[in-house]
């Protein structure tokens, strides 16, 4: 598109080109203060159309950009392009965060000129170092969800690459009891190693986090993970059921990797097992994850402290016809708002093993408490199993055997 150099027929835009030609300016900087007029060109062919037409020469220095478009500009490219030969991706994104003496000065021009019709400095650069880096490395140019974003800081004279994180998605099944579903940091001494944690850093030795990231991270090089998942089961129950999980690798080095064979070395585990591993879109897969809101199916073995007298055991299967009331447990009110909520027991059964003994299948509404629906955690979970039947609990055995999330 031709550039409409009959706007500066109008003596008040002659006379703003002639104030701007003053400021020593070069060509993609004099364009720039009309980015918006003339598409279909760039700011250094408007500058170059402007100059001709007023007749003037481009100063050898520019006063606002330092001669960043003329002397620096191709550097920085290569620079990128070098920084991002190290990894494995597809589409990439440039910003950049101008120096406060470049940043002065476009604001001193945007006072005495006005901004009708100027782009800010910064679009040009990510624009016309996104152009060079396209060529250079054989990448994407992408504002939408780019594998990694380069920033040019102008301020620290540094080049840093923020990298998307890549999110793969399945489903787990613990095996074992007495590992937790994430990595629990020793909370005395934030994962250095002391007393409390002997010297681990965390908790406990392993959790389904761990052993589920272990051949992702070497596969793609990434650092660490987090991990998330369609609800918990407690450290000391077993999933049995195969439960949603994501985990985010964190600043991948590569993103095409071979997940049927990394599913196999998760496998190898006794602890845990994974399944229908795939990479899915984002954060956005993770949140929907968390509000999942899914029945489970619990069996729960429960060892009482004296005989279980079977005619009041036969009360319990009126839990089904009313609300189960709920404080927050014992166990996690100090990290949790002491609260009372309603939950629904949608069926309760149960076996009796020997005359202390029994087994209870129990199916609850997301976020019924279980242990403390049997136990009655001190009277804060009413009606309960143990109160019920005059009995005290002395041992649970748990395991989730179905997440219905269908």
């Excluded at 598409?39 to 050898?60: D, P, Q, V, Y």
């Excluded at 006072?111 to 170092?129: H, L, M, Q, T, Y």
């Amino acid at each position: 598109m031709k550039f409409p150099l009959e706007i500066f027929e109008d003596q008040k835009n002659k006379d703003k080109l002639e104030e701007l030609l003053k400021e020593g300016l070069c060509d993609n900087c004099l364009g720039r203060q009309f980015g918006m007029l003339g598409h279909g060109m760039t700011n250094k062919e408007r500058g170059e159309i402007l100059r001709e037409f007023a007749g003037k020469k481009e100063s050898e220095t520019c006063k606002l950009c330092g001669n960043f478009f003329k002397g620096q500009i191709d550097k920085v490219a290569n620079d990128i392009s070098k920084k991002l030969g190290g990894m494995e991706y597809e589409t990439f994104l440039i910003g950049s965060i101008p120096s406060d003496e470049v940043a002065r000065k476009q604001d001193e021009l945007w006072e005495k000129f006005g901004i009708d019709n100027v782009e800010p400095i910064k679009a040009e650069i990510n624009r016309e170092v996104g152009k060079r880096v396209e060529k250079l490395a054989g990448k994407s140019f992408s504002l939408k969800n780019p594998d990694v974003t380069a920033v040019i800081d102008m301020k620290k004279n540094e080049l840093r690459l923020m990298v998307r994180s890549l999110f793969v998605g399945g489903g787990y099944k613990k095996l074992v009891r007495g590992i937790p579903q994430s990595k629990w940091v020793c909370l005395k001494c934030g994962g250095k190693g002391c007393v409390n944690c002997e010297g681990m850093g965390q908790l406990y030795p392993t959790s389904v986090q761990e052993i589920a990231e272990k051949p992702l991270l070497k596969a793609t090089g990434a650092k660490k993970s987090k991990f998330s998942a369609a609800g918990r089961e407690d450290i000391d129950a077993r999933c049995l059921d195969w439960r949603p999980f994501v985990l985010e690798l964190i600043r991948p080095l590569k993103r095409k990797i071979d997940l049927k064979k990394l599913e196999k070395q998760v496998n190898k585990s006794k602890k845990v097992q994974v399944k229908g591993l795939k990479v899915v879109a984002d954060k956005g897969v993770v949140r929907n994850l968390k509000a999942t809101k899914a029945d489970k199916t619990y069996l729960a073995e429960v060892k009482f402290a004296n005989k279980v007298d079977l005619k009041k055991l036969k009360e319990i299967r009126k839990f089904t016809k009313e609300p189960i009331l709920q404080k927050t447990p014992i166990r996690v009110v100090h990290r949790r708002a002491d609260i009372c909520r309603k939950r629904a027991v949608r069926s309760i059964t149960y076996q009796v093993v020997d005359d202390k003994t029994v087994m209870f299948k129990i199916r609850g509404e997301s976020g019924l408490y279980i242990k403390e629906l049997i136990y009655g955690d001190e009277g804060r979970t009413t009606p309960n199993v143990a109160a019920v039947i005059g009995n005290k609990v002395k041992k649970i055995s748990l395991d989730v055997i179905k997440i219905w999330t269908k």
